[in-house]
């Protein structure tokens, strides 16, 4: 979350504040130890019920604003919220069987994390998946801890278990405090967000020749910049079995067995326009599914770029969804685009048609709030809105599985949001303020 809000800040301010952000991560890590010890030496010190009754108020507001969420986010909301409430209950129970739930609740949910990174990590073999193998690893023994009545009391479950998140948050913020400090002079904070071997790969690229489209200024009047999203039902040819996860991430399937996986693209006319595919349609049998999962070099197979969104709807069908940006940097986004084109490969798991569009999206968002970061109000409002937890949700699955046309929809949708402003704010779209509080009903074309 951290990452991308530093995105949308820009590089002068990401690098005027790296030293606040690594003293707020060791600050925020030297806390969390010590509640963690509060967990553990038996006499609890922690402020459970002024905890609880937070969480409750958190969990109302939360509850209170989903539903003018758009799509997935809606769901999302709806989920976090209820968690939260039931959560912050069973704290204010405060007896052995509330202690017990929290336990049980708590072990559960890091034992389903740990296994799917696990599991995601083995079979996809995504870049550092070694690294993955260990965290998840770690969250099942860090499950099995919560879940055992020794060393920790039921009663202390609690600060046990948000000691650990603080800890680990403080230190991945004093990570990225560490990387923002190594960012070259010239560079962008795209690079706190894009994959390692990404950039390695354009670093090796032979150096361009100036283009026109480079010198181009940022302009006050820009083209829309427009994410165009073929899910798979809207893509399929006849009606499509009602699968509303799988159809919505993975693939649909219609009544004659036809598999459609979706499709995404972005596009800046008439400068940009990014549409990946496979020169040849990948063998999809169950036999060879395994091994087309992983996102190895050995799966990467010649891709390419289709030439405009004209041409692929003359050979296809139009989008049915587009997510529409009116800020953003064209110049980062026209370098990313250069870049980028230069190298035809696919991998469907880490180097496809969705990936490419949230990657590029990433690259355009450099900096776009850099105007709010000079107020600390702004700031502090950017940080807590709910859309700013979602896109960090949804970028985390994808970087640990694979994007997808249905997650690149999501993250579009949650980072529009955020820099587009908004007639009200979160806090204002509540139910019970009345009928200037409704929100605008939704739209295909956001």
Known sequence: MIQIALLLFGVEFVRSKFWILGLMGILWGSLGLGVMYDGLDGALYFPMRAF??????????TLSVASSGVGTQRAVLYFKGGIFFFVAVLILANNVYSHLLLAIIFGLTYFVIGLLTISSAWVVRFPHWRSS????????????????????????????????????????????????????????????????DLLSDFKKL??????????????????????????????????????????????????????????????????????????????????EFFRILKATRNNDVPGTFQPDYATEVANWC???????????????????????????????????CSSSVAFALEASMDGVLSERSRRWRSVLQTLLMPELWIAAQVRKRAMTMAWTPGLVMDYARALRVIVHPVPRPWFQRIPWRGASARTLPDKKQD
């Open 52 to 61: 609880g009754l937070m969480l409750l108020l958190e969990s109302i507001v």
């Open 133 to 196: 193998l260990i965290s998840g690893g770690a969250q099942l023994a860090f499950a099995g801890l919560l879940v055992s009545p020794y060393p920790i009391a039921l009663s202390a479950t609690v600060s046990f278990f948000l000691g650990a998140l603080m800890i680990v948050s403080g230190f991945n913020t004093v990570r990225i405090a560490h990387r923002v400090r190594r960012l070259r002079h010239g560079t962008s904070t795209f690079e706190l967000l894009e994959p390692r």
């Open 206 to 287: 032979p150096p361009q020749k100036p283009l026109e489209a480079r010198q181009e200024q940022e302009s006050e009047f820009q083209d829309p910049l427009i994410v165009h999203i073929w899910t798979p039902e809207g893509t399929a040819g006849a009606t499509t079995i009602p699968r509303p996860i799988i159809n919505r991430y993975i693939a649909a399937v219609d009544a004659q067995g036809v598999i459609s996986t979706g499709h995404a693209a972005l596009e800046l006319s008439p400068s940009v326009y990014l549409s990946l595919y496979p020169v040849a349609d990948i063998d999809r049998s169950p036999a």
């Open 318 to 352: 139009d989008s049915d969804r587009k997510i529409v940006f009116h800020h953003y940097s064209r110049r980062a986004l026209i370098e990313f685009s250069n870049n980028y084109r230069q190298q035809a490969t696919y991998n469907l798991t880490y180097r496809n």
